[in-house]
Structure formats: structure tokens, C-alpha cells
């Protein structure tokens, strides 16, 4: 959805997208929350992914050097990125429940592709780096999109597939008298889709002061008289603490409410990042550096 006043530039592109075929059927493959798999749509085979990661290596690298050759892989000019890599700071995909991006009001650049499944365009954001076709459904990888200083660290996969999600909606909603039905209706899921969103995760030290003044009260009794003593204190404390993994996310498109309603994260499920983990959702790279995200 485009708003009044957007400034947009579709840069063009001859570049197929990415779509992983199983190796049994030729079939697309999706990651499957369920089975931390990839999963055949047709035949119904899995594979590991690090499996597939290395069957498709050579086509991601000739891919992204295609993107590369065409000069368009820093189409957002590098301008959040220069100071947003380096030391303890990590990037990492998170994710998100959502139904897209509708409603989202996109500036600047545009990105046209062209489906590796059944060769429509496709005209995607300049972060976006995973989504579906909207004609054949399939999902599709923007080459170019991950590689170099964009490439996250880490991956925090689905757990969750989106009819377990559907069913967990369901049973929070039953029992709800005032609820209306609409609202947990069939037709509230037909856009949801799951989403990758990228994080920054910090490491540092704090420390810090307090006094405040405090009082402890002692009450006796003498026959009918009541007694009470009060003793005034100045406390000073003082402590230092040390953190690491402390999450903010990278995206100017996600409202702040929203990402931060969703944690806390499990980050010792985190993994080495690998593109397998994204077929069959969404994923945005990130567009706000980490000295941004600092303040």
C-alpha cells in the first residue's frame, strides 16, 4: 500500500529468485516448524537441513554474484550499515507471528524479480529477503539480500506451524461470552504468515548507586500505654552487573509495542544461521543500524 507523497524507484532486475527443489520429486521444499525439516509440498519427503544447505551452496553463490554483477545488492546505500557490524554486537533473525505487511506504506527503493517456479515478477521491498509468490505460492529467495555485512549470525526457527497457532487462538478465545465471533473466525487467518525479523543482540557491563532513607519500627507495651520506637537509617547500595544476548529489534517497519510484546525470546535455541530456515515464510534484513537501535 502505497501512502500519498511515497517516493518509489523499482530497480530493475533480471534476477531469478531462489527456490529449493526436492531432491526426490522436484517438488518446492518448506521449512517445517513441526519436523525442523525441510519438507517436500508434493511428495511429502524431509530432508536435514544441513543436507540441503549443502546441495543448494552453489546455487546461492552464483546467485548472489549474479546480484552482484548487476550493482544493485547495496541498493539502500549502505547508509545503516557502515557503523552497524562489529564487536560484540550480533545480528540475529527473531521471530515474529504476523499476517504480512499489509497496510505497510513502502519508500524509497523497489525490487523486481522473477519467480523461479513460474516466472511472474515479483516486486518486493528493498529488505524484504523471503516471501511467497503471490501467484503460485511458492516460496522464494531474493538473492543478494543475505550475503556480506546482511548476513545474520543466528536463527531463533519456528517451533510453532500455523495451524498449531491457529488452534492455540482458538482455544484462547473459547469461552470468551462478549468476544465477537468475527474475530476468531476462519477468515482472520487466511493472511497470516509467519515472519523473520532481524534483532541486534548486545552484550555490556552496568553499574550503578542508590541511597534512600529507611525505617524500622518497634512497638511495646507498659499497661495500657503503647510504646513505639522508630529508627531512621541512610542505606547506600551499589552494584554491578553483566549482560549478553539483550535483544532489540532492527526493523523500522515493526511497531516497538508489537516486538516487544513478544519476548522474552528462548535464545538457547539459537542456531547458526543458514537461508534453508526461511522457505515458506516471510524474512525482512534489517534497516536500522545497531547505534541506532543503542538509544
Known amino acids: 500500500m502505497f501512502g500519498p507523497g511515497s517516493s518509489i524507484y523499482i530497480e530493475p532486475m533480471a534476477v531469478q529468485t531462489i527456490n529449493y527443489q526436492c531432491p526426490k520429486c522436484g517438488g518446492n521444499l518448506y521449512y517445517s516448524s513441526k519436523s525442523a525439516k525441510l519438507r517436500c509440498r508434493s511428495c511429502e519427503s524431509e530432508f536435514a537441513v544441513d543436507a540441503i544447505d549443502e546441495r543448494f551452496a552453489e546455487k546461492h553463490l552464483k546467485a548472489n554474484k549474479r546480484v552482484a554483477e548487476k550493482g544493485v545488492s547495496d541498493v539502500t546505500e549502505d547508509i545503516k550499515v557502515a557503523n ?55 516460496p522464494a529467495i531474493l538473492p543478494g539480500t543475505l550475503s556480506g555485512v546482511w548476513e545474520p549470525a543466528r536463527v531463533l526457527p519456528f517451533k510453532i506451524s500455523k495451524d498449531d497457532a491457529k488452534e492455540i487462538f482458538k482455544k484462547h478465545c473459547k469461552g470468551k461470552a462478549y468476544l465477537p465471533n468475527k474475530f476468531s473466525g476462519e477468515a482472520i487467518f ?15 557491563k552496568t553499574e550503578g548507586i542508590v541511597e534512600f532513607e529507611a525505617t524500622k ?16 537509617y541512610h542505606l547506600t547500595r551499589s552494584g554491578r552487573m553483566a549482560f549478553e544476548d539483550f535483544p532489540i529489534d532492527a526493523s523500522e517497519k515493526m511497531p516497538d509495542t508489537i516486538m516487544d510484546s513478544l519476548e522474552p525470546f528462548d535464545l538457547g535455541e539459537l542456531v547458526k544461521f543458514t537461508p534453508s530456515y526461511l522457505p515458506g515464510f516471510l524474512a525482512q534484513r534489517f534497516d536500522e543500524g545497531s547505534d541506532a537501535c543503542k538509544k
Not at 487466511?190 to 555490556?204: C, D, M, N, S, T
Open 190 to 204: 487466511e493472511g497470516a504468515q509467519g515472519v523473520y525479523i532481524p534483532y541486534w543482540l548486545y552484550a555490556g
Open 84 to 138: 552497524a557490524v562489529g564487536g560484540t554486537e550480533r545480528m540475529v533473525a527473531a521471530i515474529s507471528g504476523g499476517s504480512g505487511m499489509a497496510g505497510v506504506e513502502y519508500k524509497d527503493h523497489l525490487l523486481e524479480y522473477t519467480c523461479s517456479s513460474c516466472g511472474a515478477q515479483l516486486v518486493c521491498d528493498d529488505t524484504t529477503t523471503a516471501t511467497l509468490c503471490p501467484y503460485c505460492n511458492n
Open 217 to 232: 519500627v518497634h512497638s511495646s507495651r507498659v499497661g495500657d500505654t503503647e510504646i513505639i520506637d522508630t529508627d531512621y
